[in-house]
């Protein structure tokens, strides 16, 4: 069974950073595209960043500059590094992984991200 288990969410001010991992386990096949996603309260989720085996990433305008997304294949692992955070920032960050040959779609948990003074 495909587990994707996040950590490194939390409360930052301003202007700070915070790193997010996300590592996959469970499948026979791997993945093709993982990634990051976010959703605020009252808003729809939508796309942060993602990231394909070969390196290929896809970013929201809102985080360009600020957010880095990275894998690391062998681990199964995607990180978010966020810098410059902003109070817009704020949400549940949830990682999603795309198995190779099945195209199955999977979902995190969540990891709330908080930015305030």
């Known amino acids: 069974q495909v587990q994707l288990v996040e950590s490194g969410g939390g409360l930052v001010q301003p202007g700070g950073s915070l790193r997010l991992s996300c590592a996959a386990s469970?499948?026979?096949?791997?993945?093709?595209?993982m990634g990051w996603y976010r959703q605020a309260p009252g808003k729809e989720r939508e796309l942060v960043s993602t990231?394909?085996?070969?390196?290929?990433?896809n970013s929201a305008g809102s985080v360009k500059g600020r957010f880095t997304i990275s894998r690391d294949n062998a681990k199964n692992t995607v990180y978010l590094q966020m810098n410059s955070l902003k109070p817009e920032d704020a949400a549940v960050y949830y990682c999603?992984?795309?198995?190779?040959?099945?195209?199955?779609?999977?979902w995190g948990q969540g990891t709330q991200v908080t930015v305030s003074s």
């Open positions: 999603n992984a795309v198995e190779r040959f099945t195209g199955n779609d999977y």
């Open positions: 469970g499948s026979s096949f791997g993945f093709n595209a």
């Open positions: 990231i394909t085996p070969a390196g290929t990433t």
